[in-house]
């Protein structure tokens, strides 16, 4: 298997090789200049960085390239690579770490952003470090939606409640977490609906598995995940900002980024929302998920 490193790397492919690539050029040589900062502020807003990101970190970067009156274009690389790792790291620690009985987590995003397939990897994930993972099926809208989960759990060797299609979502959570405890598992992770008939019912049905699993498992959920398709770019970012108006996320698992030039948006996701990525998936296989490790993400970026 290959290393994180190595993954998150290859990931990047796309998105190194359009628009990082020329800001790697970018740094070759010549002088620092106006003309520098201009290209330097078009390419990262062309790498889907978004508008008020990428003013705010060159004005970073800018003030502290001057003050210590550096002249060599490859220093003002390594001052960005160091400003951009520190606009992803810095967030608190995934919760899901600790060590308690039962860990609760919840996925949520739009239809087709990759919830099922990467709850698999999470699971698969999980379960290589040791742990015994639930899957609850809890996207009754769509049958198809309660068999793909299925069918995953299968393959990551993870048990899954399901009811019928249609059932009550809560009544699923709520059995998903009474079959983890009884088996004495250590985690459950919930699929829900990415669409329902409005958004008002979604948000609230979300409200409401939140509460049954905080009634039975204390401080539940314990990370609330959203699954954002990087192919869509700053489009993600809109559905983020929907999704965080009435959930409380606490994480970003950014899939799809092998199948994308926009990685850029990754910055965008942090600084505007304030969310960290915790997760990036990386292609459509049950070991295409990777831990997100803010160094390792912005040497990806820049290496050639
Ligand atoms: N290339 C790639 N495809 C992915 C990734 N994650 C999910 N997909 C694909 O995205 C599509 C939608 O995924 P699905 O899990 O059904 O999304 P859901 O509707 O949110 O549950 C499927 O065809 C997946 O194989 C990823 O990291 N990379
Ligand atoms: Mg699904």
């Not at 970018?26 to 390419?43: N, T």
């Not at 390594?78 to 899901?96: C, I, N, W």
């Not at 709520?174 to 079959?179: L, N, P, V």
């Not at 998936?281 to 290496?303: N, R, S």
Request: proline share 3%.
């Amino acid at each position: 298997m290959l290393n994180f490193g190595t993954k998150i790397r290859k990931s990047l492919n796309r998105t190194r090789n359009s628009v990082f690539g020329q800001i790697t050029d970018l740094f070759g040589g010549g002088r620092i200049d106006d003309k520098l900062w201009d290209d330097l502020e078009a390419l990262l807003i062309q790498a889907d960085v978004g508008v008020d990101t990428t003013t705010a970190l060159l004005e970073t970067v800018r003030q502290q390239v001057e003050q210590e009156g550096m002249t060599d274009p490859g220093q003002v690389r390594d001052v960005l690579k160091d400003e951009m790792t520190r606009l992803l790291a810095g967030y608190t620690p995934s919760q899901v770490d600790k060590d308690r009985l039962l860990t609760v987590m919840l996925v949520v995003g739009v239809n087709g952003s990759g919830k099922t397939t990467n709850i698999a990897k999470l699971a698969d994930l999980y379960r290589r470090q040791g742990k015994k993972v639930v899957l609850a099926a809890a996207d009754t809208f769509r049958a198809a939606a309660i068999d793909q989960l299925k069918i995953w759990g299968e393959r990551a060797n993870c048990p899954v409640i399901a009811h019928q299609p249609n059932a009550d979502p809560g009544a699923v959570v709520f059995d998903a977490i009474k079959s983890a405890q009884a088996r004495k598992a250590d985690m459950v992770i919930i699929d829900t609906a990415g669409r329902l008939h409005t958004k008002y019912n979604l948000m609230k049905e979300l409200e409401k598995l939140r509460s049954i699993a905080q009634k039975q498992v204390h401080a539940a959920p314990h990370e609330t995940l959203l699954v954002l398709d990087a192919t869509t770019g700053q489009n993600a970012l809109a559905q983020a900002r929907h999704f965080k108006d009435s959930v409380d996320i606490t994480g970003v698992l950014l899939a799809k980024l092998d199948g994308t030039a926009k990685g850029g948006v990754v910055f965008s996701i942090g600084k505007e929302l304030g969310v960290p990525v915790r997760f990036v998936g990386t292609g459509e296989g049950l070991e295409d998920l990777i831990p997100f490790d803010a160094q390792a993400f912005v040497d990806g970026l820049f290496e050639a």
